[in-house]
Every structure is written in structure tokens, then in C-alpha cells.
């Protein structure tokens, strides 16, 4: 049976299998993204990251790849954007499981905001094991 799964991936054209394979992908770093928000022990190793302050989008692309105002979404503390767009490359998958949120503006706040990271590197790669630490913003 994994033998006849494996043939006939390999049989498909080149291309297919690579849109197959970001596909995959893409579905797993949902699901291991949305964790990383629904089980505050993750939530500690998420928190640390900071992301860019870009505000651009593909125009015309914006619904079909993640762009930085995508992002900006997830990182809302707005209501209608908590725990929306966790998506990392296809918002597909957003769409698919009622996370999507798209709207034309940018967010008016930010949880970042609210949360100091350490300031050194050492300092937070140590914070997901030192501190209960700041927990994902709630509805
Ligand atoms: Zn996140």
C-alpha cells in the first residue's frame, strides 16, 4: 500500500509534485502555528518572536499568499482579528477552517504592544523556560 502511494506520487508530473508538497507543508505549519496560540506552554516559545513592521501586500495576490498585512491580522489585539490568519504561506487553509480574516485597513493595535520581549538574545532564549510569561490575547 506505501509502496503503491510512494509510485504513484513519483509518477505525477515534477510540477504537481511540488504544489503538492508546499501544500503539505503549508497545512502542518497551520496547525503547528494555531498550537503554538490554543497551548500557553508553546504560547511562551511564540511570544518571543517579533515580527517586521511591513505594510505592504501583493496586490491582487493578497488572498491567495500571506503577505506582511496578512500577518499584521494575527498579530492584532482589534477583537475581529484575535486568532485569525495562521496560515504561513497559503491562507487556504484559513479559509478552510474559519480563521480567515482580511479586511481592507491594518489593525489598529497590536499585542506586541503590549509585550516586552528581553532585550538580549541569551534573555530570550531562556524566557519560554524562566517566565509563565504573557499568554495570547482572548476575545
Ligand atoms: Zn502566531
Redesign the pocket.
Known amino acids: 500500500m506505501q509502496l503503491n502511494f510512494q509510485k504513484a506520487i513519483a509518477a505525477q508530473p515534477l510540477w504537481l509534485q511540488f504544489v503538492e508538497m508546499i501544500a503539505v507543508v503549508d497545512l502542518a505549519t497551520y496547525w503547528i502555528?494555531r498550537a503554538?496560540?490554543q497551548l500557553p506552554w508553546l504560547w511562551r516559545f511564540?511570544a518571543v518572536?517579533i515580527h517586521a513592521n511591513l505594510r505592504w501586500r501583493f496586490p491582487g495576490l493578497h488572498r491567495a499568499i500571506s503577505t506582511p498585512q496578512y500577518h499584521h491580522w494575527?498579530?492584532a489585539t482589534d477583537a475581529d482579528g484575535i486568532d485569525k490568519n495562521?496560515a504561513q504561506f497559503l491562507p487556504v487553509w484559513d479559509v478552510l477552517f474559519g480563521t480567515v480574516h482580511l479586511p481592507q485597513g491594518w489593525p489598529k493595535h497590536y499585542w506586541v504592544a503590549h509585550f516586552q520581549p528581553p532585550e538580549t538574545y541569551l534573555g530570550q532564549l531562556v524566557y519560554p523556560f524562566r517566565s509563565p510569561g504573557s499568554t495570547p490575547p482572548q476575545d
Do not use: C, L, M, V
Request: proline share 0%.
Open positions: 502555528h503554538f496560540h511564540h518572536f494575527h498579530h495562521f
